[in-house]
């Protein structure tokens, strides 16, 4: 096993590697900076990125859809700093994101990242969100708010992932894909936009099918996204957000022994098959969105309704077979000031309020098929949350910026099950997060510092008693932290760079870990206290002669201060299993006047522990990929056939580490080198 050292890096270290930093980029900034063309509105308040005293990534329609494979989000976010991504090819475990060590418990679905799709919550009062219905074929932008941002969201908030969907164009298009590729890989999609009048529109519908890499993986899933925008006047509009998805099968391979991955990367684990482990899931979205502009200010109101219809098959007996129909609804209100404030002084304050309704039941399993109902009941979660953020000009080279958020959530539960006893019930929790940030701007610099305080309560599924009775885990506390940053950025049209350092002091951190009468089912415990540091840099640079480079590097040392777990052991001082010391991005990219466009990339994992005890070690890895593509204009149509290369040097890494898995079945073995082809049409008729 290998042992790491404890490296600690004091204010003043860090200060003086962000303030050698500035020499490198200084020649470059005398040209037009572009930080404040880039306007970013996860923050709650509009704001350019010269102006956010924050870590922010923005991700481009090119990066997102050209020549990608689109299996996952994690392909168009590879190079956002601080973010670390597994397990691209498990469709029923779904994508497993990290931000600043936020997310890793998960097992399933996405913790402590706040997910809005178009202004819409995908993330429900709980905590817990998806991302098997995001529509990348239509998506334009994705803002990412790298850092805890419970001031600004409440539950859930390690970070905010902000999804924009194309609105519609002046000039009508119809565009038309199809791709395909090894292990089944087969995708076809539809998509229109356009304008009519006050009116614009984007509608566009999906098909995806993969046979997977390793056995008993299969998915199948259908997508239709559409975005409307009416303006009633020239101040007032109205957007109505429509998602339909319909996933009838995902295949859950399940985490395998390091002898059963030497004997056989694409085998399944045996009970996975036996007892047909995976799930499928249909699910609608629709939101509506007034926006009212006026001098005095800007009166913003949504609306949302989920339908979700899930079931769920794990690999044992007792219980193993899992449907939860779901109705997820909720508003919010927010009015940014505008002319009535003095100049240098922005305010916008708002509330929310969201519920989400689960109906649960559990049958056993029998060999795939439901069995005697075991477990019933109803779980409603309450969240309401109201919260003000303002923004102050001292001067041309200083702005200081301040929030504050109140959020109250309820979980109740109604035993519905009375055989084993009634286990109903109800648990509040209520937290207040403040924040506040300083940013210094010289030249086209900019320094910035910020602390704020976060909370994350378990998810409804967290909350589960290990006993596998009904109701509560009445031992689970929610997670509180303490965050603090201090960062560089500059940038123009041509490069772009930033530093920033982080330190974050947990309390009742949430982890994971395995029963062996429950394998595959995961339960959490809290760590006592735990702590969080370290440094992410980006670099951008993009020539005149169409080459362009994107690095980004991310150093984090996240361990446990003070913690005994559940079966006694004091791992106090342990790293957080599931999460590298060291992770990163290289890429390099070339767009000719020919409409000729390649990208060249290597994603970088470093060594990584897979459980609390710290007695298992995975491997680093670096897996490198191809993407070419050429567009040929021809009037009023144009096409764009494209190429990928996955796994281009066939590396032999995990796309997902199981934590504390019980039987040492942490690993899910990722595919060798494939292929993908596709092409684009798009035909503009008054092109």
Avoid: C
Avoid at 96 to 110: H, N
Wanted: hydrophobic fraction near 35%; charged fraction near 20%.
């Amino acid at each position: 096993m290998q042992h790491y050292r404890q490296i600690s890096f004091p204010p003043g270290r860090v200060l003086k590697l962000l303030l050698l930093t500035i020499p490198l980029t200084y020649a470059a900034a005398e040209e037009q900076a572009t930080l404040d063309e880039i306007v970013v509105s996860a923050t709650r308040i509009e704001t350019s990125v010269r102006d956010a005293a924050r870590s922010i990534s923005v991700i481009n329609k090119e990066q997102i859809q050209n020549a990608t494979q689109q299996l996952g989000i994690d392909e168009a976010l590879a190079s956002v700093p601080g973010l670390y991504m597994q397990n691209r090819y498990n469709f029923t475990q779904d994508l497993r994101l990290s931000l600043r060590g936020f997310g890793s418990r998960s097992s399933f679905g996405i913790r402590g990242i706040k997910v809005m799709v178009d202004g819409i919550p995908e993330t429900l009062p709980d905590g817990q969100a998806q991302v098997d219905n995001i529509d990348l074929g239509s998506a334009e932008r994705i803002e990412v708010l790298r850092g805890p941002a419970s001031t600004q969201y409440g539950n859930a908030s390690g970070g905010v992932i902000a999804i924009t969907s194309e609105a519609g164009t002046a000039e009508p298009y119809v565009e038309g894909a199809t791709a395909a590729g090894e292990f089944g890989y087969r995708r076809l999609q539809l998509k229109t936009g356009g304008r009519f009048e006050r009116l614009d529109y984007m509608v566009n519908v999906s098909q995806q099918d993969f046979d997977g890499y390793r056995e008993h993986s299969r998915f199948e899933g259908k997508l239709a996204n559409a975005r409307l925008g009416y303006a009633l006047n020239d101040s007032d509009s109205l957007k109505l957000v429509f998602n339909h998805t319909d996933q009838p099968i995902a295949q859950d391979p399940g985490g395998i022994s390091a002898a059963d991955v030497a004997a056989d990367r694409r085998a399944a684990r045996n009970l996975n098959v036996q007892f047909d482990g995976g799930e499928s899931l249909d699910q609608q979205r629709v939101g509506l969105v007034y926006e009212r502009v006026r001098d005095p200010g800007t009166l913003t109101v949504r609306n949302h309704y989920v339908w979700r219809d899930f079931k769920n098959k794990l690999p044992f007996v007792s219980g193993g077979s899992v449907g939860i129909s779901r109705f997820f609804y909720g508003a919010g209100v927010q009015y940014a000031f505008g002319d009535i404030l003095p100049e240098a002084f922005e305010l916008s304050a708002g509330a929310e309020a969201e519920r989400q309704d689960d109906d649960r039941q559990r049958f056993d399993n029998n060999d795939g098929e439901p069995g005697a109902l075991v477990f019933d009941q109803n779980e409603q979660v309450d969240s309401t949350g109201a919260y003000m953020h303002a923004r102050y000009h001292l001067s041309d080279a200083w702005t200081m910026s301040a929030g504050i958020r109140y959020d109250q959530i309820t979980f109740d539960i109604s035993d519905r099950y009375l055989a084993d006893g009634d286990d109903s019930g109800s648990i509040d929790f209520n937290h207040v997060s403040p924040s506040l940030g300083l940013n210094y701007k010289f030249g086209e610099h900019v320094l910035f510092a910020s602390y704020s305080n976060s909370f994350e309560t378990p998810t409804t599924t967290e909350l589960a008693n290990p006993d596998a009775s009904g109701g509560f885990n009445p031992l689970l506390e929610p997670q509180v932290a303490d965050n603090f940053e201090l960062g560089y950025k500059t940038g123009n049209e041509q490069v772009y760079f930033e530093i920033a350092a982080f330190q974050i002091e947990l309390e009742d951190e949430l982890v994971p870990f395995e029963l062996a009468a429950f394998p595959g089912r995961t339960f959490y415990s809290n760590v006592g206290r735990s702590d969080r540091r370290g440094i992410e840099t980006a670099f951008t640079w993009n020539g005149e002669s169409g080459f362009g480079v994107n690095l980004s590097y991310t150093w984090s040392d996240f361990r446990f201060d003070e913690f005994t777990d559940e079966n006694g052991n004091d791992l106090s001082g342990n790293n957080l299993p599931g999460l590298p010391e060291h992770f990163g991005y290289g890429s390099l990219s070339w767009v000719s006047g020919q409409g000729l466009y390649a990208v060249f990339e290597t994603v970088y994992s470093g060594e990584l522990f897979a459980s609390n005890a710290n007695d298992v070690v995975v491997d680093n890895y670096a897996v490198s990929n191809l993407r070419v593509s050429r567009e040929f204009d021809q009037g009023t149509w144009s096409v764009r056939p494209y190429l990928g290369l996955n796994n281009l040097f066939n590396a032999r890494y995990n796309s997902n580490i199981r934590i504390n898995a019980f039987g040492n079945r942490f690993y899910e073995p990722a595919p060798e080198r494939n292929v993908y082809l596709g092409v684009v049409v798009n035909f503009e008729p008054q092109g």
